[in-house]
């Protein structure tokens, strides 16, 4: 039997307490997947952080982000909208009425099809998605400060690897 390592994290001393309380378990997933798990807690509050310093919500940051991707002149139909932000039509629009209000994008309808509406990215939106961005991936940058170049490539290649396959699964849904 191996000996126990030092806890290097909290997720060591839950692993060690499990090991101890139900050793007829395999609890070696928790090793990884509970710190993902909290990984993301502290992703998601340092993405929380970023965006409202900029005077937004996740919410509008993932829709302005998508438009911004888009590259000129940064716009996507409310459809390509729903596909990229996971929501239900309703959530969209009431999300694209919030943004037009704060003049932050602005609906256009398509030339021909009048079922068919654009959002188009103000000049404003613009900057707000800019300013937040640079703002994450310094926060985020942080985030990584403790892995070098060679351990960042690693990670990339583990996590695409662990999720693909939940990825491929959650498109056939």
């Keep these: 039997m191996e000996a126990p390592l030092e806890p290097r994290d909290q997720v060591d001393q839950i692993v060690a307490a499990w090991k101890r309380e139900r050793p007829d378990l395999d609890v070696s997933a928790l090793e990884v997947l509970s710190r993902i798990t909290r990984i993301a807690r502290h992703l998601d509050i340092a993405r929380r952080s970023a965006f409202e310093s900029q005077g937004l919500e996740t919410w509008a940051f993932d ?3 998508a438009l911004r991707r888009a590259g000129a002149p940064y716009e996507l ?3 390509t909208l729903l596909t990229e932000n996971l ?4 959530t969209m629009t009431n999300r694209v009425d919030k943004l037009t209000e704060l003049g ?3 609906r256009r309808p398509h030339e021909s099809d009048k079922r068919v509406v ?3 990215l ?3 939106g613009k900057k707000h998605v800019d300013s937040a961005l640079e703002v994450l991936l310094s926060g985020e940058e942080r985030l990584l400060s403790a892995l070098d ?3 960042r490539r690693e990670m990339i290649i583990l996590l695409s690897a662990l999720l693909s396959p939940l990825d491929d699964i959650s498109e056939g849904e």
């Design 118 to 120: 654009f959002v188009r």
């Design 77 to 79: 139909s409310v459809g």
């Design 149 to 151: 170049e060679r351990q």
């Design 104 to 106: 932050l994008v602005e």
């Design 63 to 65: 829709v302005l982000a």
């Design 87 to 90: 929501v239900t039509s309703g």
């Design 122 to 124: 103000t000049p404003a």
